[in-house]
């Protein structure tokens, strides 16, 4: 039998979910000169809104729903819009390089995190999901696979968040240093 309560708390926080991230998607649609996106004003405001609402529990239900199932189909739809041709007609270079980047980004990530600093294997695992394949919605999909904590998850969206910081100021370092083109 289906418990009506459940399906209306997880009605409410999708509805909240849906309607602040419509809002948000108009909002960039009608102004194009917005800096941020929608995803991330959205988060912004969900995380505006917990703080200011602490209490309120009518949306968790809902909103956790949204944040784990919705998010990691997302993902998988994402995936799968890469059409394959696209990537075979820029020939197997790329094909090689996506291949071989995201290996060698998962190995670096498993023996610097686990065999240099001691790191448990769920961490350097999500570490280099979210550092090789797409940050957060990767390490979002891949950690009910291993059977991260929810203190594994935390711990690891912090330390991707000062690796993208690096890597922000140390990508165009890199790039005149070695005479990159935007391109490259």
Not at 88 to 100: D, H, K, R, V
Not at 155 to 184: E, K, M, N
């Amino acid at each position: 039998m289906v418990n009506t309560n459940n399906l209306l708390d997880h009605a409410n926080g999708l509805a909240f979910c849906f309607i602040v991230g419509s809002f948000f998607w108009l909002l960039n649609k009608i102004f194009t000169n917005i800096i941020f996106d929608a995803l991330l004003l959205s988060l912004a405001a969900g995380i505006l809104f917990a703080n200011i609402f602490g209490n309120s529990r009518w949306h968790v239900s809902g909103s956790k729903y949204a944040s784990k199932q919705i998010l990691e189909f997302a993902v998988m739809i994402l995936g799968a819009s890469i059409f394959l041709p696209d990537i075979i007609s820029n020939g197997f270079g790329l094909f090689a390089l996506i291949f071989f980047g995201i290996t060698g980004s998962m190995l670096i990530s498993y023996c610097v995190g686990h065999l240099f600093l001691g790191l448990n294997v769920k961490l350097t695992t999500l570490i280099g999901v979210g550092n090789s394949i797409c940050g957060n919605s990767a390490i979002a999909v891949v950690a009910p696979i291993i059977g991260a904590t929810a203190t594994d998850i935390g711990a690891v969206i912090g330390i991707s968040a000062i690796l993208g910081a690096i890597q922000i100021f140390l990508l165009p370092i890199l790039a005149v240093t070695l005479g990159l083109s935007d391109y490259h």
